[in-house]
């Protein structure tokens, strides 16, 4: 499967972007999907995941009552809904896909490409 980013950006602090990822091919719905940052000087993070059949969401507790995470199968597409954006959510913000819904939260099998997300103070 092959993923496309869309949606990073810059906001200011307690601004909201939504971020979009598209993927190819006609599997999309057995696919578990989620979202990875990776700040500079840091190592990549997990940042949300949603399974691919009931539609149960993950987020790391960093994001937690900021962040949705949610996907449209008819659309092959999986979006994050960033709220109340902080400085420290700036980062590269990739997303990715996993048959799995354990590894799209530890080492997921497919890769898009990063997109920046920069937040002003």
């Known amino acids: 499967v092959q993923l496309q980013a869309y949606g990073g950006g810059l906001v200011q602090a307690g601004g909201s972007l939504r971020m979009s990822c598209a993927a190819s091919?006609?599997?999309?719905?057995?696919?578990?999907m989620g979202w990875f940052r990776q700040a500079p000087g840091k190592e990549r993070e997990f940042v949300a995941a949603?399974?691919?059949?009931?539609?149960?969401?993950y987020y790391a507790d960093s994001v937690k009552g900021r962040f949705t995470i949610s996907r449209d199968n008819a659309k092959n597409t999986v979006y994050l809904q960033m709220n109340s954006l902080t400085p420290e959510d700036t980062a590269v913000y990739y997303c990715?896909?996993?048959?799995?819904?354990?590894?799209?939260?530890?080492?997921?099998?497919?890769w898009g490409q990063g997109t920046q997300v920069t937040v002003s103070s």
């Open positions: 990715a896909a996993d048959p799995t819904s354990s590894g799209i939260r530890g080492r997921p099998s497919y």
């Open positions: 949603i399974t691919r059949s009931d539609g149960t969401t």
């Open positions: 091919g006609r599997t999309f719905n057995t696919y578990a």
